[in-house]
Every structure is written in C-alpha cells, then in structure tokens.
C-alpha cells in the first residue's frame, strides 16, 4: 500500500484548504470593517464635538463679558455682535462636519455591504454599486473635515474681533489697554 492520497482525497483536501482561507478572508474583511467603523466614530465625534465646546464656549464667554460689564453703548456692540457671529457660525460648521461625518461612516458601511462575498478566489469583490459608495464617502469624508477646518478658523478669527471689541471698549471707557491691531493675522492679510 502506498502512502501517497488517492486523487479524490487529494482534491478533498484542496477543497478544504481553500474553503477555510475563504472564511479566514471574510473574518479580516468583517474585524477590518469593524475596526474601522469604531476609530473612526469615535475620532471624528471628538473632533467635532472639540469643535462645536470651544466655539460655543467662547460665545458664552462674550455673552458673560458684556453682562459683566453691565452698561455697554451701542457702538460697542457692533463689535461684540461680530464675534458672536463667527462663534455661531464655527457652532454651525461643526454640526454640519457631524453630519458629514455621519454620511461618511454610512456610504462607507453602505460600500462595504455592496461588495459580494465570494466562495472562489478572491473571496471578496466589488459589487455594481460599490464604487460609487466609495465616492460618496471620500466625497463627504473631505466635506467633514473641511466643516472642522472652518470652524477653527471661525473661532481664530471670531477670538481676534473679540480682542478688538474689548479694545475699543475698553479704549471707550478710557482703559488704554496696550494692544495691537492682529484681525488681520486671522484671514491672512
């Protein structure tokens, strides 16, 4: 008797070599797929939640100065008002990054669930829509990070007006505050 395996326990063999590399194939698809998701919810929400704290944050810091201050002209709110606007609108950009960052995590998790499982080499494959899940998700992933990226420029140029506002106010009050004009730093001037 030979030792060596007879054609169809040969073939038996190679049939269960490839069946248990096709689960191995789909199990790191699915831990990938499920790694991903979970960093990246959690990094882009502390993001933008940063975002939305130090913008909002410094509107009620505006809000509390003036009320500290209690008497304030009406030519010194202009001013004021400026600042609010920006905090607001840093407010606003980071809730639209979470929403874009809520697109994201779905056209990525809507690709995933488009590509076909395979029980041949290559056990995973792109399905007629994945490729355009893929796109929407780049798409709105770069629209979140550009909300976020606005908002900390809102909050840059927002905290500039309000250290022109306290000048002038305090100038007004006749404080004489040494500073020097940087609003300009902000937008680049």
């Given at each position: 008797m030979s030792d060596q395996p007879t054609p169809h326990e040969h073939e038996k063999w190679v049939y269960e070599q490839v069946r248990d590399e096709?689960?191995?194939?789909?199990?790191?698809?699915?831990?990938?797929?499920?790694?991903?998701?979970?960093?990246?919810?959690?990094?882009?929400?502390?993001?933008?939640?940063?975002?939305?704290?130090?913008?909002?944050?410094?509107?009620?810091?505006?809000?509390?100065?003036?009320?500290?201050?209690?008497?304030?002209?009406?030519?010194?709110?202009?001013?004021?008002?400026?600042?609010?606007?920006?905090?607001?609108?840093?407010?606003?950009?980071?809730?639209?990054?979470?929403?874009?960052?809520?697109?994201?995590?779905?056209?990525?998790?809507?690709?995933?669930?488009?590509?076909?499982?395979?029980?041949?080499?290559?056990?995973?494959?792109?399905g007629p829509t994945t490729k355009w899940w893929k796109l929407s998700a780049r798409v709105v992933y770069d629209l979140a990070i550009l909300a976020c990226l606005a908002s900390l420029i809102l909050f840059v140029m927002g905290m500039f007006d309000v250290k022109d506002a306290i000048t002038a106010f305090s100038n007004d009050r006749g404080l004489n505050i040494p500073t020097t004009n940087t609003s300009h730093l902000a937008i680049g001037c």
């Open positions: 096709k689960r191995r194939a789909h199990d790191r698809f699915a831990e990938f797929h499920l790694a991903l998701s979970e960093s990246t919810i959690k990094s882009s929400e502390l993001t933008l939640r940063t975002a939305v704290i130090i913008n909002g944050g410094a509107a009620i810091s505006v809000l509390a100065f003036i009320a500290a201050q209690g008497r304030i002209g009406i030519s010194q709110l202009g001013g004021i008002a400026d600042c609010l606007i920006l905090f607001a609108l840093g407010v606003a950009s980071a809730t639209a990054g979470m929403c874009f960052s809520y697109l994201t995590h779905y056209f990525t998790f809507a690709g995933q669930e488009s590509n076909k499982l395979s029980g041949e080499p290559p056990f995973v494959q792109s």
